[in-house]
């Protein structure tokens, strides 16, 4: 009975090796996904900080030059056709936004895709492999 026993606590303290690379991967993971949104909150600060600083950047101008260029008197069909440089130009830059908005999400989703597809193919490989051991540990026995 004490030999049961403690043959009972040596295989309980007994390591695997897939046990020591999924605990200690999973922490890692943990770990990533607790700082993710951090990560992103930062990004989105730092990135609106620019946005902010190039409107504000774009204010000051538009103060500081609309008094010399009020006093140039320009041609009102000159700057007509610069607004209307300005609005194509705003178009495509607006456009870009929406494509490249829409493709990082159709890309994640392929990403997220195959990420799903390899997990299945894994665990079909993996059950498949445990199999094939089980089979050879029963042949080793006999």
């Known amino acids: 009975m004490e030999n049961q026993i403690k043959s009972n606590t040596e295989n309980q303290n ?10 200690d991967t999973s922490e890692i993971i ?10 992103f909150q930062n ?22 030059e609309k ?9 009102q069909s000159f700057l007509k056709q610069i607004r209307s440089n300005s609005e194509a130009i705003k178009k495509v830059c607006l456009e870009n936004i929406d494509k490249n908005t829409q ?13 799903q597809s390899f997990d299945k193919y894994v665990h079909v490989l993996m059950e498949s ?7 050879f540990n029963l042949s080793g026995k006999q």
């Open 14 to 23: 007994k390591l695997s090796l897939c046990e020591v690379f999924k605990e």
């Open 30 to 39: 943990r770990k990533l996904e607790s700082q993710t949104p951090s990560l």
């Open 43 to 64: 990004y989105s600060n730092l990135y609106t900080a620019y946005l902010h600083m190039f409107d504000n950047l774009f204010g000051t101008c538009f103060i500081s």
């Open 67 to 75: 008094k010399f260029f009020d006093k140039l008197n320009l041609d």
């Open 103 to 115: 493709f990082i999400d159709q890309y994640s989703k392929m990403r997220i895709s195959s990420i």
């Open 129 to 135: 492999y445990a199999n094939y051991l089980s089979q």
